[in-house]
C-alpha cells in the first residue's frame, strides 16, 4: 500500500498570513498521462470532510482562490495564501493511483 | 444539489453484521463510482471500499473477504455488508461519490456510527 506522510501535524496560523503544508507518498504518484492523483480535503469542525484540490492543483468547484496546490511524484504542498478563521478544521491528502486509496494522517490548522 | 443519506449504522456485537444504505439523489448515480470511507472517533480517515459503474468492487485489505459493497441503480442506492464485525471496525462510515472522471471524492454524506461493543 502507498504510505502517504503529512506534516506538520498541528499548524497555528495567524489569520491573514500564508501557511503551507506538506504531504509526502511513498511511491511515485505521477502517471504516465502526466497527471499526479493527489487530492486534497478539509474537514471543518463537526463536518463531513470536503474535497478541495484533485489532481494535485486543480481546485474544486467553489473552492476560495487562496487554496493552491503544487507537486509531483511524491513530493506535495497545499498552500493558504492569507488564512481566513473559516479555514480552521483537519487537512487530509489521498492518493488515487492505486487501490487501496490511502490518505495522509491529517494536518490540524487552528487559529493562534 | 447533490445528497448522500447514510442509514443503518448501530451497536453490534464482535462477530455481528451490519448492513450500512447510502440513499443517493441530485445527479445520475448509475453514471458514478461510490465508495465508503470510515473515521474512528477522534481519528483520521481510512478509505474502505469503491464499486464502479460497472459493479466492479474494491476494498481495502483490512475489509476484503469480511465486507461487501454493492449498489442498486434503480433505487439510486449504494451499500455496505459487514459481516465479522470487530472493534476496530467502530467508526462513522462516509458514503462518497467519485468525481466523474476520476475518483476523487466530490461529494459526502454526513456519516453514520457503527459502534461494534460488547
Known amino acids: 500500500d502507498i504510505v502517504m506522510t503529512q506534516s506538520p501535524l498541528s499548524l497555528p496560523v495567524t489569520p491573514g498570513e500564508p501557511a503551507s503544508i506538506s504531504c509526502r507518498s511513498s511511491?511515485?504518484?505521477?502517471?504516465?498521462?502526466?497527471?499526479?492523483?493527489l487530492d486534497w480535503y478539509l474537514q471543518k469542525p463537526g463536518q463531513s470532510p470536503q474535497l478541495l484540490i484533485s489532481?494535485?492543483?486543480n481546485r474544486a468547484s467553489g473552492v476560495p482562490d487562496r487554496f493552491s496546490g503544487s507537486g509531483s511524484g511524491t513530493d506535495f504542498t497545499l498552500k493558504i495564501s492569507r488564512v481566513e478563521a473559516e479555514d480552521v478544521g483537519v487537512y487530509y491528502c489521498?492518493?488515487?493511483?492505486?487501490?487501496?486509496?490511502?490518505f495522509g494522517g491529517g494536518t490540524k490548522v487552528e487559529i493562534k | 444539489e447533490v445528497q448522500l443519506v447514510e442509514s443503518g449504522g448501530g451497536l453490534v456485537q464482535p462477530g455481528g453484521s451490519l448492513r450500512l444504505s447510502c440513499a443517493a439523489s441530485?445527479?445520475?448515480?448509475?453514471?458514478?463510482?461510490m465508495h465508503w470511507v470510515r473515521q474512528p472517533t477522534g481519528k483520521g480517515l481510512e478509505w474502505v471500499s469503491a464499486i464502479g459503474i460497472s459493479g466492479d468492487p474494491y476494498y481495502a485489505g483490512s475489509v476484503k473477504g469480511r465486507f461487501t459493497i454493492s449498489r442498486e441503480n434503480a433505487k439510486n442506492s449504494l451499500y455496505l455488508q459487514m459481516n465479522s464485525l470487530r472493534a476496530g471496525d467502530t467508526a462513522v462510515y462516509y458514503c462518497a461519490r467519485g468525481r466523474s472522471d476520476g475518483w476523487d471524492l466530490e461529494d459526502w454524506g454526513q456519516g453514520t456510527l457503527v459502534t461494534v461493543s460488547s
Open positions: 441530485g445527479f445520475t448515480f448509475s453514471r458514478f463510482d
Open positions: 511511491q511515485s504518484l505521477l502517471h504516465s498521462n502526466g497527471n499526479n492523483y
Open positions: 489532481l494535485s492543483s
Open positions: 489521498m492518493q488515487t493511483l492505486h487501490v487501496p486509496l490511502t
